[in-house]
C-alpha cells in the first residue's frame, strides 16, 4: 500500500507497539514506560497519518489519531475524566471527517447509533459524563457508517464503541469481570487502525 519504504515502517512499528501493549495491559503493569508504551500504537498512527497528509482531509484524521493517543496517555497518567476530553475531541474531528465526504441520507438502522451507545453507557454507568461523552462516540460511529470511506473505517468506529462499552460496564456490571481487561485494548487499537488505514488509503486513491 505504502509508497515509501520509511512509511511502510512507521506502519509497522505502530503495529508492534500497539499489538504488543496486549501484554501490558492484561498484566497491569505500570509506570512511565508502560505508560510511553501505550500512547507509541495510535501516536505512530499518527505519524504514519501525518507524513502522507497532503491537505485538510490529510491532517483531519492524522488530528484524531493524535488526540487519541493523548488520550491514551492521558487515561493512564491523569484519569479517565480527563483522557475522555482528549477522546471526545478525537470523535469531534471525526465526526468533521465523515461528514465532509457524506454519502447522502443515512437509513435508520444507523440513525439509531447514537442513541444505543448514549442508552447503553447511561444504563452502565448511571453517569450524565458520560453519557455526554458517549453522545460524540455515537454519533462519531453513525457519522462514520454514513460515509464515502471504505466499510473497514465504519467497522472500525463500531469497534471503538465496542471498546469504550466494555469500560462502561468496567465501571458497573463488569467491576469483577476479566472480560474487559481481556478485550478494552485489543479492540480499541483494532478500531484504531482500521480506521487510520481505510482513511488514508481513500485519500491517496482520490489523490492519485
Not at 112 to 137: N, S, W
Not at 147 to 173: E, Q, T
Given at each position: 500500500?505504502?509508497?515509501?519504504g520509511?512509511?511502510?515502517?512507521?506502519?509497522?512499528?505502530?503495529?508492534?507497539?500497539?499489538?504488543?501493549?496486549?501484554?501490558?495491559?492484561?498484566?497491569?503493569?505500570?509506570?512511565?514506560?508502560?505508560i510511553?508504551?501505550?500512547?507509541?500504537?495510535?501516536?505512530?498512527?499518527?505519524?504514519?497519518?501525518?507524513?502522507?497528509a497532503?491537505?485538510?482531509?490529510?491532517?483531519?484524521?492524522?488530528?484524531?489519531?493524535?488526540?487519541?493517543?493523548l488520550?491514551?496517555?492521558?487515561?493512564?497518567?491523569?484519569?479517565?475524566?480527563?483522557?475522555?476530553?482528549?477522546?471526545?475531541?478525537?470523535?469531534v474531528?471525526?465526526?468533521?471527517?465523515?461528514?465532509?465526504?457524506?454519502?447522502?441520507?443515512l437509513?435508520?438502522?444507523?440513525?439509531?447509533?447514537?442513541g444505543?451507545?448514549?442508552?447503553?453507557?447511561a444504563?452502565?454507568?448511571h453517569?450524565?459524563?458520560?453519557?455526554i461523552?458517549?453522545?460524540?462516540?455515537?454519533?462519531?460511529?453513525?457519522?462514520?457508517?454514513?460515509?464515502?470511506?471504505?466499510?473497514?473505517?465504519?467497522w472500525?468506529?463500531?469497534l471503538?464503541?465496542?471498546?469504550?462499552?466494555?469500560?462502561?460496564?468496567?465501571?458497573?456490571v463488569?467491576?469483577?469481570?476479566?472480560?474487559?481487561?481481556?478485550?478494552?485494548?485489543p479492540?480499541?487499537?483494532?478500531?484504531?487502525?482500521?480506521?487510520?488505514?481505510?482513511?488514508?488509503?481513500?485519500?491517496?486513491?482520490?489523490?492519485?
Amino acid at each position: 500500500m505504502e509508497s515509501s519504504g520509511a512509511v511502510r515502517w512507521v506502519w509497522i512499528a505502530a503495529m508492534v507497539a500497539g499489538v504488543s501493549y496486549s501484554l501490558a495491559a492484561w498484566s497491569g503493569w505500570d509506570g512511565g514506560w508502560v505508560i510511553a508504551w501505550k500512547g507509541a500504537g495510535v501516536g505512530l498512527l499518527a505519524v504514519w497519518a501525518a507524513v502522507q497528509a497532503r491537505g485538510t482531509d490529510g491532517w483531519l484524521i492524522a488530528g484524531m489519531l493524535a488526540l487519541g493517543a493523548l488520550g491514551d496517555v492521558l487515561l493512564a497518567s491523569v484519569g479517565l475524566t480527563v483522557g475522555a476530553v482528549a477522546f471526545l475531541a478525537g470523535h469531534v474531528v471525526a465526526i468533521m471527517l465523515y461528514r465532509r465526504y457524506a454519502r447522502g441520507a443515512l437509513h435508520a438502522p444507523v440513525l439509531v447509533i447514537p442513541g444505543a451507545t448514549i442508552g447503553l453507557a447511561a444504563a452502565l454507568t448511571h453517569d450524565v459524563g458520560v453519557a455526554i461523552y458517549a453522545a460524540g462516540l455515537g454519533t462519531m460511529a453513525e457519522c462514520a457508517w454514513g460515509s464515502r470511506f471504505p466499510r473497514r473505517v465504519a467497522w472500525g468506529a463500531v469497534l471503538f464503541v465496542v471498546s469504550d462499552v466494555l469500560i462502561f460496564a468496567r465501571m458497573g456490571v463488569l467491576a469483577d469481570s476479566i472480560v474487559p481487561t481481556l478485550l478494552v485494548w485489543p479492540t480499541y487499537f483494532a478500531a484504531q487502525a482500521l480506521i487510520a488505514h481505510g482513511v488514508v488509503w481513500a485519500l491517496r486513491e482520490e489523490a492519485a
